[in-house]
């Protein structure tokens, strides 16, 4: 079973700067078949995917996050980042890591591990 924890949401002004962490459980070797997504859901707004990942260099991200924000991973540590810059107003949600066995290729379907949700408040 996939455990995936979220940390470091918080409040910021706009044009602030936040990063937040998802760690997974279990051994490393163990989602070498995964890929990995932010997703982020608004008050009164469907959840949307933000930015996803395959392996540790091949990534994807919505228009509205292009050139702000930036995924990552770090595999020896089952570590998922997601650092935000410039952040706005229309970025305050929960924000969820997710996970599912395959490749992301851009596909926001099918991810069925998820976290419990970090809070991003930018005002």
């Known amino acids: 079973h996939v455990q995936l924890v979220e940390s470091g949401g918080g409040s910021v002004q706009a044009g602030g700067s936040l990063r937040l962490s998802c760690t997974a459980s279990?051994?490393?070797?163990?989602?070498?078949?995964?890929?990995m997504a932010w997703f982020r859901r608004a008050p009164g707004k469907e959840r949307e995917g933000v930015a996803g990942i395959d392996g540790v260099s091949t990534t994807r991200y919505a228009d509205s996050v292009k050139g702000r924000f930036t995924i990552s991973k770090d595999v020896a540590n089952n570590t998922l980042y997601l650092q935000m810059n410039s952040l706005e107003p229309e970025d305050t949600a929960v924000y969820y890591c997710?996970?599912?066995?395959?490749?992301?290729?851009?596909?926001?379907?099918?991810?069925?591990?998820w976290g419990q949700g970090t809070q991003v408040t930018v005002s």
């Open positions: 279990g051994s490393a070797s163990r989602y070498r078949r995964y890929c």
């Open positions: 997710a996970a599912r066995r395959g490749y992301f290729r851009g596909n926001w379907k099918g991810f069925n591990y």
